[in-house]
């Protein structure tokens, strides 16, 4: 059974950074494409970062260019989004989830999510 | 970077069929095969409907199709039952990003 396990969020004040990480289970980690997915409180999903299978190629939403970096660890299993110059709209919870071998705008698994929430 | 474009809300009876739009550009939707939409119940993580425009994953229901047609994806949904009654949302690869819809709330009357 797949499992992604999302912690690491809490409040922070702006300005501030935090490091959320995602610990997955029951499938080959270094073979799949990983994502980060953000939902604000009462709204949609916005897509925040994806990192290919070997951690070469890394792509961002323009809103947190510059200031959120994906990385992975594919010896333990566990994707990771250090944020850093966080602003009141980052406030969401913030889902990792699973993508597929290689691009396909599709996301099969994800975790249960945890809140980010950024305020003074 | 733009999000796709998804009506707010869509409504049907049980037993209906209902469709739900998702509108892109050449850039994301028209440009890739790689559409998919998702379900989120209330507090609940998505879960994936379609992937690859046209394809269900092993467990849901034959009652989910999708197709596309230019920069507009659908999902059709039907014979409504009360369980398909939540928030739906495509989502799209887009080379150097992806998007996601604002999505759209089903209801069954």
Redesign the interface.
């Known amino acids: 059974e797949v499992q992604l396990v999302e912690s690491g969020g809490g409040v922070v004040q702006p300005g501030g950074s935090l490091r959320l990480s995602c610990a997955a289970s029951g499938f080959i980690f270094s073979r799949y494409w990983l994502?980060w997915?953000r939902q604000a409180p009462g709204k949609?999903?916005?897509?925040v970062s994806?990192m290919n299978s070997d951690g070469r190629s890394t792509?961002?939403?323009?809103s947190v260019k510059g200031r959120f970096t994906i990385s992975r660890d594919n010896a333990k299993n566990t994707l990771y989004l250090q944020m850093n110059g966080l602003k009141g709209e980052d406030t969401a919870v913030y889902?990792c989830a699973r993508g597929g071998y290689d691009?396909?705008?599709?996301?099969?698994?994800?975790?249960?999510?945890t809140l980010v929430t950024v305020s003074s | 970077q733009s999000a796709l474009t998804q009506p707010p809300s869509a409504s049907g009876s049980p037993g209906q069929s209902v469709t739900i739009s998702c509108t892109g550009t050449s850039s994301d939707v028209g440009g890739y095969n790689y559409v998919s939409w998702y379900q989120q119940h209330p507090g609940k993580a998505p879960k994936l409907m379609i992937y690859e425009v046209i394809k269900r994953p092993s467990g849901v229901p034959d009652r989910f199709s999708g197709s596309k047609s230019g920069n507009t994806a659908s999902l059709t949904v039907s014979g409504l039952q009360a369980e398909d009654e939540a928030d739906y949302y495509c989502a799209s690869y887009a080379g150097s990003a992806e998007a996601f819809g604002g999505g759209t709330k089903l209801t069954v009357l």
């Open positions: 994502h997915v949609g999903l916005v897509w994806r792509s961002y939403a323009d889902y691009a396909s705008g599709s996301y099969g698994d994800w975790g249960q999510g």
